[in-house]
């Protein structure tokens, strides 16, 4: 890039976009590098990072950046082309005009794409266009125009840029305390939902003013990179120039596509540093490039024969995929309630470690229920949970079951197979049951749909972006039971709670909380009184006796490790409570939450049959294993060896030792178990390519 000097101290930008560019690139580098010296800062001690680790972080954090950096700059190239003089001649402006207008036209009309897609897309589209078609006007008809309207656009364009920059990272941080990684398919997720997201991000933080704070860093740091230059403005290129430039961005765009691809093809055994040398805008884009994962190209695989048969042994299942479960020994059939509780980590419990005394009620509930001391979540969001409990199957790669909407797996759930034993099944929810498409899976599968949505306005005492508080849905399923206990017909309810989530907020002279209130430990304590205060209302009705409570965590409230799946983050309680039915005893066998229905139905004398993965741990051929996973990393433990499935057909096994302050290390196998990584490929290759097959309608 070329600057003439003038004589004053202020050099003139020939080009100007290059100059946008440089400075840009310079800013991204430099903050990208302050934004991995914080989440090295900020992550647990166990990250255990060395000297090594950090310059490595810091040095391929550099080439990810710079190649990041110059492919976000690529739509500044497109700015350029619009800095010429030729669309305003009069026979070329009078075309841009009529097209402009046609285009304005056709978005109003009720016919347009626009109006198909639906959404906010008419809205933008009408915006946008009737925009360029006032902004290009004023420009045509009023030259004098024309060289300021150019300078506001560019400096415009580079505070977007800046802006943007500043709040993505800003968000890169937030994510970062929430989930321990860089953006994921979990961002990419949340963008659908901009309803909730948005809503939890305004009431987690202090939304305008760090918006204010960001407006006044965008204009100091576009007045500072720009105070020494001057825009040249007319004439910058004629047809020649402009091929070279374009040439030269071409070749910039490839260098940092190549910068990206080499920086985002290194691994380490340490998962952090992985994360915090990755770019969190490249990282993204993969993810939304990438959300749905065909298993047969992505995943190690057994002959089709072979692994029908290794998964119907495996889940002690016949030739048709089939197996009995319980008996016809009880005269009466009991209810059923599964409280899933959102993010429920072990280690807020006193039996796991925990010193602060978050869970009163749920520690006392341990000594008088049945308690799963080793039980492992599927994964490490709500639909995976849902799906585990709902299916008992092990994990699908990519998205959950729950949100493929072409799946028809949901036929196999525990509501159709309850609902065929004269069960009348329930899924209760505080939120809008849109999210996650929960409404659309249950509703299909044999469940009745209570959301926030038919709560009454005396109802709610309390609610959040993310719905009513657990005391008002739990409230709310009382009365739904009263009305099930008369209808004659048994029930089954699985209730999802929503107040142990950002922005931790929840009905206030509840709980006693030193320091401040909306803490995930504080939330974690008013949903455990909510739990306790359920119960006892509970005991007071007829059908409390023939009644069974299962208390179980959708997944850890943080999935974040050395490893990219870290045992000790999918430790989740679990306690069955029926104090009438049911005494109290510890399971301290390894097992899974796929486990939990078939174990209780099995309990209950609750004769089905069943195409479950999910064992009965009482059973003597049950074996102690666990599955966990996250989007793309499928994982299989078993006698303390943890294989994991990832793509692009990689395995690793791991050696999992289990430290006294409750946490795990994953040492690599120098030697693979073969037999161990054959039962994690029949698993998981059957339930994500075959077992679809065994619906029924």
């Not at 943080?558 to 306690?575: D, E, F, Q, W």
Request: glycine share 8%.
């Amino acid at each position: 890039m070329k600057f003439g000097s003038s004589r004053s101290s202020v050099a003139v930008s020939r080009n100007p976009i290059y100059l946008i560019l440089l400075k840009f690139l310079s800013l991204y580098v430099v903050v990208g590098m302050l934004l991995r010296v914080v989440l090295m800062l900020t992550t647990p001690s166990s990250a255990g990072f060395t000297w090594a680790e950090v310059v490595r972080c810091l040095l391929v954090g550099v080439l990810s950046d710079v190649g990041m950096g110059v492919l976000l700059s690529a739509p500044l190239s497109v700015l350029y082309l619009g800095l010429n003089e030729v669309k305003y001649r009069r026979s070329v402006g009078a075309i841009i005009l009529i097209l402009l207008l046609a285009a304005f036209g056709y978005s109003l009309w009720p016919g347009s794409i626009f109006y198909e897609y639906g959404g906010g897309a008419p809205k933008v589209a009408h915006l946008f266009l009737g925009w360029k078609l006032l902004s290009f006007s004023l420009r045509y008809f009023f030259p004098r125009l024309r060289e300021p309207w150019r300078c506001v656009s560019l400096y415009v364009a580079w505070g977007v840029y800046v802006g943007l920059f500043l709040l993505v990272t800003v968000g890169e941080y937030m994510f970062w305390q929430e989930f321990g990684v860089r953006y994921n398919f979990i961002a990419v997720d949340y963008l659908v939902y901009t309803h909730e997201v948005i809503g939890n991000i305004m009431e987690s933080y202090a939304f305008w003013p760090l918006c204010g704070v960001l407006l006044l860093f965008t204009l100091a740091i576009v007045w500072w990179q720009s105070r020494r230059y001057k825009f040249k403005l007319k004439a910058l290129y004629g047809p020649k120039l402009l091929v070279v430039h374009l040439g030269v961005y071409l070749v910039m765009c490839l260098l940092g596509y190549g910068l990206v691809g080499f920086s985002h093809s290194l691994s380490s055994g340490n998962q952090y540093v992985t994360q915090v040398e990755q770019n969190g805008a490249c990282d993204f884009v993969l993810a939304f490039c990438n959300n749905r994962l065909e298993y047969d190209k992505f995943y190690p695989m057994l002959p089709e024969q072979q692994c029908k048969s290794n998964y119907l042994k495996l889940a002690q299942l016949d030739s048709t995929g089939t197996k009995i479960i319980g008996d016809y020994r009880s005269s009466k059939r009991a209810n059923i309630v599964l409280l899933t509780v959102e993010s429920l980590s072990a280690d807020f419990l006193t039996r796991y470690g925990n010193r602060e005394h978050i869970t009163p009620y749920l520690d006392k509930l341990m000594q008088e229920g049945l308690v799963f001391d080793s039980l492992y979540a599927n994964g490490n969001r709500t639909v995976r949970g849902l799906e585990a409990l709902s299916l008992c199957v092990p994990p699908s790669a990519g998205e959950s079951i729950i949100k493929q909407k072409e799946n028809c797996m949901g036929q196999l759930s525990i509501g159709k197979v309850l609902d065929r034993l004269g069960y009348r099944s329930q899924f209760l929810y505080g939120g809008d049951s849109y999210f996650d498409n929960m409404g659309d899976f249950f509703s299909k599968n044999g469940y009745e749909v209570i959301d926030r949505n038919v709560f009454k306005p005396g109802e709610v005492t309390f609610a959040n972006i993310w719905g009513v508080c657990d005391e008002d849905m739990l409230n709310k399923s009382l009365s739904v039971f009263d009305k099930d206990a008369k209808s004659g017909h048994p029930f089954f309810a699985q209730i999802m709670t929503t107040s142990n989530h950002h922005p931790y907020t929840y009905p206030e002279g509840r709980i006693k909380v030193d320091g401040d209130p909306h803490t995930r430990e504080a939330a974690v304590k008013y949903t455990d009184y909510a739990i306790g205060r359920f119960l006892q209302q509970a005991a007071l009705h007829p059908w409390f006796k023939n009644t069974v409570f299962i208390i179980i965590a959708d997944h850890c409230a943080s999935s974040a490790g050395k490893t990219s799946l870290p045992v000790y983050r999918y430790h989740i309680p679990c306690i069955v409570y029926a104090p009438a039915l049911l005494k109290p005893q510890v399971v301290s066998k390894v097992c899974s939450q796929i486990d939990v229905m078939p174990t209780v139905l099995s309990l209950l004398h609750l004769r089905a049959a069943v195409h479950f993965a999910g064992q009965d741990v009482f059973s003597p051929s049950f074996r102690p294993r666990a599955f966990m996973a996250t989007y793309q990393d499928l994982g299989y433990l078993e006698d303390n060896c943890l294989t994991v499935l990832s793509p692009v057909r990689k395995v690793q096994q791991y050696r999992v030792e289990y430290l006294a302050d409750g946490t795990t290390q994953e040492i690599p196998l120098a030697k693979p178990r073969s037999v161990y990584l054959q039962k994690a490929l029949a698993y998981y290759q059957y339930t994500n390519m075959y077992l679809k097959k065994q619906c029924r309608p």
